[in-house]
């Protein structure tokens, strides 16, 4: 299944590349545009995660260096049967946090300064369960490569116009419109195959981070508290680099009433409400412990 939807993702994402490329060019462009998608996509399988973590400004931490946050994450992901991740900290005071990383074995986990500092240790616990849930069921792969394509296809439709006008118009099947269409509907349509993947995973990796860390409430609580730090506090790599929204737990941009035209997360309010739902069919003695108390 998830071979299926990154196969999918990948195949819509070069579909585009192809569809910029013939209306700037002809069929030249078209196969300019092919072995420029095939170059893109291995790219991205290798090298996506460090590029994400770049574009955020994200440094490695150790044992040594972030002691409590370190051991939180070892002990996350013992219990869920995952490999050890590597651990980034990302130096802004917004509170949020976000998985990548192209299998288990490959996987980072990013959390903000403000993250650190709005959550107690159990609304943390909760937040990085969530996140592992993103490499247990894989998806790291599919966010990973597609807020790298969507990224490269939103910067190739800002010059699509440049590289339009100056080219022949005989090799331009549709001209000066062809060009227009390409600038406005190339970065939309990679904006809807991102809100396409990103809506359902989100909802299984909370079912799957509340089992993780046997508390559903606990992430229940730290959406609540981060949605509403997030709204007022500017995080901005993320405004830097939108293509990367979707990776965090929640939305990390400030895009006011556009904002709930093209969300990439699931409301909040309603994952907040299927995690109490959760909690009260999972309800027993133990609920208020550690994690693993």
């Known amino acids: ?6 196969a999918l993702m990948l195949a819509a994402m070069t579909g585009l590349f192809l569809a910029i490329g013939y209306l700037l060019a002809g069929e030249g462009g078209l196969v300019i ?19 994400v973590l770049r574009m ?45 990383g192209r299998d288990p074995d490959h996987a980072a986990v990013a959390v903000t300064r403000g993250l650190l ?23 790291t792969l599919t966010m990973t490569i597609t807020a790298t394509l969507a ?22 099947p549709l001209g000066i419109i062809g060009t227009l269409l390409v600038m406005i509907l190339a970065p939309l349509a990679a904006m809807l195959v991102q809100m396409a993947i990103s809506r359902t995973r989100e909802y299984a990796a909370d079912r799957a981070g509340a089992e993780i860390s046997g508390h559903p409430l606990w992430l229940a609580r730290a959406l609540g508290k981060i949605e509403r730090l997030a709204q007022s506090t500017l995080n ?10 979707h990776l965090f737990i929640v939305n990390p941009l400030h895009m006011g009433g556009v904002d709930n035209l093209f969300r990439t997360h699931p409301s909040t309010e309603d994952r907040i409400r299927r995690l109490r739902e959760l909690a009260g069919a999972t309800a027993g003695p ?5 994690p693993w108390g």
């Not at 299944?1 to 990154?6: D, E, I």
């Open 117 to 139: 500092k709005a959550c107690d240790s159990e609304e943390l616990a909760g937040v990085l369960a969530h996140e592992l849930g993103h490499v247990k069921h894989r998806d």
């Open 286 to 290: 133990g609920h208020g412990r550690g």
């Open 33 to 51: 545009a092919f072995l420029v998608a095939l170059a893109m996509n291995g790219f991205a399988y290798w090298n996506s995660d460090q590029m």
């Open 1 to 6: 299944m998830n071979f299926a939807r990154t």
């Open 236 to 245: 901005q790599t993320a405004e830097q680099h939108p293509a990367s929204a």
């Open 56 to 100: 955020h400004n994200a440094r490695p931490v150790s044992r040594e260096s972030a002691p409590e946050l370190f051991g939180l994450i070892e002990q996350l992901a013992r219990r869920a049967g995952l490999p050890m991740p590597k651990v980034y900290l990302i130096e802004t005071d917004q509170p949020n946090a976000f998985a990548t």
């Open 151 to 172: 990224g490269a296809i939103g910067f190739l439709s800002q010059f699509a116009f440049f590289f339009g006008m100056g080219r022949d118009q005989r090799s331009n």
